[in-house]
């Protein structure tokens, strides 16, 4: 997931916002939730402080966690921040501040409560670029032993909800440990889909003889509980009850996009809180189509000729689409700063659809209106050109599906049409009469538009071999130097050499009477030997790159100079072994026009 060059876009704006908005960062409470981190606490002081750092001195005090919980919920305070760390692989710095707002009577879950805004803002910068964000939050206590209730993100409107809580420890010393409680996060107030949770716990840390470090850690997983990220925030507690944050270490998960790992410290404290309250949050009302804070994801279709088409929304909502639909909409609504997905979960029949601009973020409150889905056949021709047709008699193959191609034909198109992403294979199932013919291009996968590049070109036959399953047969000029005169050779002992780009075929008689090496070779030309016409052969281990080799010798004959053609007729192998082979040719010594002309038949 590393890209070669930061962009601090929307996933890594996520990023940042999350040290601001509750759940990441300060903005928790001593109880570790993504509402309560005790950044600061009571009691009152004539001007802000910078924390000291730890000494690790076991104190023997006893330290009263509640009565700090309530302090920091009544008074507030006022932070300034420093942030170091990396954003994915990229150094990252910048500065925050947060102001807790001293606690004032709400409504929550349809029961009183105390409300405790929190504001805070962040500027990051990492490989060159920077960002800047801001978020205001609304934690919610119980007002008789305030314990956490819930949080909600008034920036996007995400909704957390505290599901289980043991209570604050009335009394807490240095060694003592243990879990505190859960909470769900949902994505918005409808509490429709959740969207993770949270596990918190504490432990109490050695500092000072007078002083006591609280570290509360916050697991978080996603809604199917895949791990999302670990969270410790530290913070001075004194046995009078008054907190003062520390630091916060967050550590995101390597998968999590624009993940980070930043670390965010107390410059200055200041309590009680000085911030002017925000308005109370009430929940998006719709009137009709019109929304405010929730916003729609939809978008135009085109070429839909046929039924199944299925698009899904955030790998969540499915919306089946009809043929001939030009338009569609999904009836989940989405928060400001919620990123949107929009992906292909079946195809239709026959067609293949693609989504363009089906991902980013709600923005503004505006719905996202301009998701385009274009479909198109995925049902495509599998053809190409056909040269030196003279003949009747071709039927050509691929797969299952054959096509019988006449004389003077110039193209060819199977039948049956093949799905996007199958694969091909055209080869010669009959040759025509007198020719012989070789297929190029003849495989591939189907892409979105017909195959048209095979081509098939046919020559006409040198020689033919008579019958036998072992056969050389002879034809020189007379006056040629390596055979002249003709011959048929099939008793006696045969044998195969080289490889697929460089063959031998090994022939003795018996006694040893004759013996003849014929050569053929495709190497030079970067390839394996295949049925077809090589023109142009030169000596087979003397041969010109792009050429084709040949070389016949034998019986104390052979030349230094070789010029010729041959024409593979058939060729098979299993593995690396030859199986059957088939060759015409015709060859020339030292530039002569006087050729050795014949053909060559190996089974095994």
């Known amino acids: 997931m590393y890209d070669s060059e930061l962009h601090l876009n929307e996933s890594h704006l996520a990023t940042m916002r999350k040290y601001v908005a509750g759940l990441k960062a300060i903005l928790l409470t001593c109880a570790a939730t993504l509402l309560l981190s005790a950044c600061s606490g009571g009691g009152s002081s004539s001007g802000p402080s910078s924390p000291s750092t730890p000494s690790n001195t076991a104190s023997s005090k006893s330290f009263p966690l509640a009565?700090?919980?309530?302090?920091?919920?009544?008074?507030?305070?006022?932070?300034?921040?420093?942030?170091?760390?990396?954003?994915?692989?990229?150094?990252?710095?910048?500065?925050?501040?947060?102001?807790?707002?001293?606690?004032?009577?709400?409504?929550?879950?349809?029961?009183?409560?105390?409300?405790?805004?929190?504001?805070?803002?962040?500027?990051?910068?990492?490989?060159?670029?920077?960002?800047?964000?801001?978020?205001?939050?609304?934690?919610?206590?119980?007002?008789?032993?305030?314990?956490?209730?819930?949080?909600?993100?008034?920036?996007?409107?995400?909704?957390?909800?505290?599901?289980?809580?043991?209570?604050?420890?009335?009394?807490?010393?240095?060694?003592?440990?243990?879990?505190?409680?859960?909470?769900?996060?949902?994505?918005?107030?409808?509490?429709?889909?959740?969207s993770g949770y949270q596990q918190w716990s504490y432990s109490i840390e050695a500092d000072t003889a007078d002083t006591a470090i609280i570290a509360l850690t916050t697991v978080e997983t996603d809604a199917s509980n895949v791990y999302v990220s670990t969270e410790t925030d530290?913070?001075?507690?004194?046995?009078?009850?008054?907190?003062?944050?520390?630091?916060?270490?967050?550590?995101?998960?390597?998968?999590?996009?624009?993940?980070?790992?930043?670390?965010?410290s107390a410059t200055t404290v200041h309590s009680p809180g000085q911030a002017t309250p925000p308005a109370p949050w009430s929940a998006p009302k719709s009137v009709g189509s019109t929304f405010t804070g929730l916003t729609s994801v939809s978008g135009n279709i085109s070429g839909l000729t046929?039924?199944?088409?299925?698009?899904?929304?955030?790998?969540?909502?499915?919306?089946?689409?009809?043929?001939?639909?030009?338009?569609?909409?999904?009836?989940?609504?989405?928060?400001?700063?919620?990123?949107?997905?929009?992906?292909?979960?079946?195809?239709?029949?026959?067609?293949?659809?693609?989504?363009?601009?089906?991902?980013?973020?709600?923005?503004?409150?505006s719905d996202v209106t301009n998701v385009s889905v274009t479909c198109v056949s995925n049902l495509q021709t599998i053809g190409g050109s056909i040269h030196g047709l003279t003949s009747n008699g071709l039927v050509l193959k691929n797969g299952n599906d054959t096509i019988s191609v006449s004389a003077n034909a110039n193209s060819f198109v199977f039948p049956t049409q093949q799905h996007s992403a199958a694969t091909y294979l055209v080869t010669v199932q009959t040759q025509p009469s007198g020719l012989l013919c070789s297929v190029a291009k003849q495989s591939g996968i189907v892409g979105t538009s017909a195959v048209t590049d095979v081509v098939i070109t046919c020559d006409p036959l040198i020689a033919h071999c008579p019958a036998g399953s072992n056969v050389i047969?002879?034809?020189?000029?007379?006056?040629?130097?390596?055979?002249?005169?003709?011959?048929?050779?099939?008793?006696?002992?045969?044998?195969?050499?080289?490889?697929?780009?460089?063959?031998?075929?090994?022939?003795?008689?018996?006694?040893?009477?004759?013996?003849?090496?014929?050569?053929?070779?495709?190497?030079?030309?970067?390839?394996?030997?295949?049925?077809?016409?090589f023109a142009q052969a030169e000596r087979a281990s003397f041969a010109s790159s792009g050429r084709p080799g040949i070389d016949i010798t034998g019986d104390g004959s052979g030349c230094n100079t070789i010029t010729g053609d041959f024409q593979i007729q058939a060729i098979t192998w299993s593995g690396s072994t030859l199986k059957s082979f088939t060759a015409s040719f015709e060859q020339h010594c030292e530039g002569s026009l006087i050729a050795l002309r014949g053909c060559v038949h190996f089974e095994q």
């Open 306 to 365: 046929s039924d199944g088409l299925i698009l899904q929304l955030n790998g969540g909502q499915l919306l089946t689409i009809t043929a001939n639909s030009t338009s569609f909409g999904f009836s989940n609504l989405l928060t400001n700063e919620t990123h949107y997905l929009v992906s292909v979960q079946t195809q239709p029949a026959g067609l293949n659809c693609n989504v363009a601009n089906g991902t980013g973020m709600m923005t503004n409150s």
């Open 234 to 264: 530290r913070y001075r507690m004194t046995s009078a009850g008054a907190i003062t944050f520390l630091s916060v270490h967050s550590v995101d998960a390597p998968t999590s996009p624009g993940y980070g790992d930043l670390t965010l």
């Open 473 to 533: 047969y002879f034809n020189g000029d007379s006056g040629d130097y390596v055979f002249h005169g003709s011959t048929t050779y099939t008793q006696g002992t045969w044998s195969v050499s080289g490889s697929q780009d460089y063959l031998t075929i090994n022939y003795s008689s018996q006694a040893y009477a004759d013996w003849w090496y014929l050569t053929f070779s495709t190497r030079a030309m970067g390839q394996s030997l295949s049925i077809g016409t």
């Open 67 to 194: 009565i700090a919980i309530k302090n920091l919920v009544t008074s507030g305070f006022d932070a300034n921040l420093s942030i170091s760390g990396t954003i994915e692989k990229f150094t990252a710095s910048g500065t925050a501040t947060i102001s807790w707002v001293p606690s004032s009577a709400a409504t929550f879950e349809n029961q009183a409560v105390l409300d405790a805004p929190l504001l805070g803002s962040v500027t990051l910068s990492a490989n060159g670029h920077s960002a800047s964000v801001s978020s205001i939050s609304h934690q919610y206590f119980k007002a008789s032993d305030y314990s956490p209730l819930g949080q909600i993100d008034a920036s996007n409107g995400q909704y957390y909800l505290v599901t289980s809580f043991s209570g604050w420890p009335a009394s807490v010393k240095v060694g003592d440990s243990g879990n505190l409680g859960k909470l769900t996060l949902y994505s918005d107030s409808s509490k429709a889909l959740i």
